[in-house]
């Protein structure tokens, strides 16, 4: 008797019939050191996405190694790619490229090196890794200009003359004796309103650091302010008659300011908002302020502070 097959009671709940798995594709080929430049830059490029490098990390990476084809032709593969070539290329970034290479740049650019090189090998398309055998130098970025004790003298001689000409003019001295003793930016002394200065504070005077957005609320800070101050606020307001903010004019007529303090007292290349900022700082580190309040007292964060502190404490060095 013939087999009849059964036909399902419910058809339509029957399904699709089975459909075979379908193969999975194929792995790309590994990379070979006969590979083109290009092409493993493209390779790592893919590995960066899928070992979870940051986007920023990424595209400063592509962009160091964009420049690396500069120097080596892309063509060129990468098994031929020597420790000494990559030496050249570094010397490239200083010394020929015709564009300036700042230290941090160089640092993150050797960094690149490694790390592409270092991939390469690992994933066995190098016998060895060409990267390996550079060093990573200091990138120390150069110093920030002070002023020092004698020539802060020399400011306030020449404030004080300033002050107590035939045409006084408070302004100069006030500046710069708040300026010396703070340590704030450009942006926050432009800022103060004329309640930030609290001369009935019990502790004396003192001056709060304001900001408006809320991100930048951590940078906020009351900061002490020597007794003598009061005369100079007191004979600058008499003088100048601002209404609202500290200073009502222009924060490049304050650099005028500053610049021609910096002409009558003798001192070569000027004096700056930045300048000012360095020396405070240094003064009170060199007093022991601890490091911690220093920090504060300059409104920076953790990070910008390990930075700071390096700097400061190469300033302290004794001159040899």
């Not at 200083?94 to 960094?111: D, F, H, I, M, N």
């Not at 002394?189 to 609290?198: K, P, Q, R, V």
């Not at 009935?200 to 002490?224: D, M, N, W």
């Amino acid at each position: 008797m013939d087999t009849v097959e059964q036909l399902p009671l419910f058809p339509e709940l029957a399904g699709p019939p089975a459909v075979p798995p379908a193969e999975e594709a194929p792995a790309p080929p590994a990379l070979s050191a006969r590979a083109p430049l290009r092409e493993a830059i493209r390779a790592f490029e893919d590995a960066m996405v899928l070992k979870g490098f940051t986007r920023n990390t990424i595209t400063a990476f592509r962009a160091d190694l964009r420049i690396l084809c500069e120097f080596i032709p892309p063509d060129r593969p990468v098994g031929e790619i020597s420790t000494r070539d990559l030496q050249g290329f570094l010397t490239y970034l200083v010394r020929e490229r015709g564009r300036p290479c700042k230290p941090k740049s160089y640092a993150r650019r050797l960094t690149t090196l490694k790390v592409f090189f270092g991939w390469l090998y690992e994933e066995g398309t190098l016998p060895h890794d060409p990267a390996a055998p550079l060093v990573h130098q200091p990138a120390y970025t150069p110093l920030p200009r002070v002023l020092s004790d004698g020539q802060i003298a020399q400011v306030r001689e020449a404030a004080q003359r300033l002050a107590q000409g035939e045409k006084p003019d408070w302004r100069p001295w006030l500046l710069f004796e708040l300026l010396l003793q703070t340590g704030i930016k450009k942006t926050e002394c432009m800022n103060i309103h004329l309640a930030d200065i609290d001369i009935t504070h019990p502790e004396g005077p003192a001056l709060h650091i304001r900001y408006s957005q809320v991100r930048q609320k951590y940078k906020e800070r009351t900061l002490k302010l020597p007794a003598e101050i009061v005369t100079l606020l007191r004979e600058y307001r008499a003088q100048y008659q601002p209404a609202e903010h500290l200073f009502e004019c222009t924060a490049r007529n304050l650099e005028y300011v500053l610049n021609h303090l910096a002409e009558l007292a003798g001192i070569d290349g000027g004096i700056s908002f930045e300048m000012m900022r360095w020396t405070a700082a240094l003064r009170d580190y060199r007093a022991g302020m601890d490091e911690a309040a220093l920090r504060r007292k300059l409104g920076l964060s953790k990070l910008r502070w390990r930075e700071t502190l390096e700097k400061l404490q190469r300033l302290a060095e004794p001159a040899l």
